[in-house]
């Protein structure tokens, strides 16, 4: 099946828009985001953008998955693609994202880290 690409377009600026309006700010930059552009994943409508995480770098792909109106997310690296999610609801996408490229499943080693990269920032030895 053939998608139009008007409508592939439409589907990434909703994803772009539901991202940045439900992401906190301090959260999108934490990510490194850059080179947003439309995109197909496995015959999906998507949004595909660059990051540069703590623990991924590379790109995240949300796609919307038409058929039951929910997203999958993959990441890609030099190496492979893999879905991380799927039946996804848009209110979930910040979350999700964050936890696969940047702050991961423990918080308190997240905030360590957070702790010590600001004490490095603050004292000029980044």
Known sequence: MKIDRQHILNVAETIRQQLVGLT?????????????????????????FKVN???????VIVALNE???Y??????DTKE?????????FTQLGDIIDT????????KEYEKFCEENLIKVLSGNC
């Open 100 to 107: 696969a490229i940047e702050s991961g499943t423990d918080p």
């Open 71 to 76: 997203y999958e997310i993959f990441l890609r």
């Open 24 to 48: 906190p700010i301090n959260v999108l930059m934490s990510w490194g985001i850059s080179s947003l552009a439309a995109t197909l994943m496995a015959n999906m409508p998507a949004l595909k």
């Open 81 to 89: 693609t893999r879905r991380i999610a799927e039946d996804v609801d």
């Open 53 to 59: 995480g703590r623990l991924h770098k590379g790109e």
């Open 67 to 69: 058929g039951v109106d």
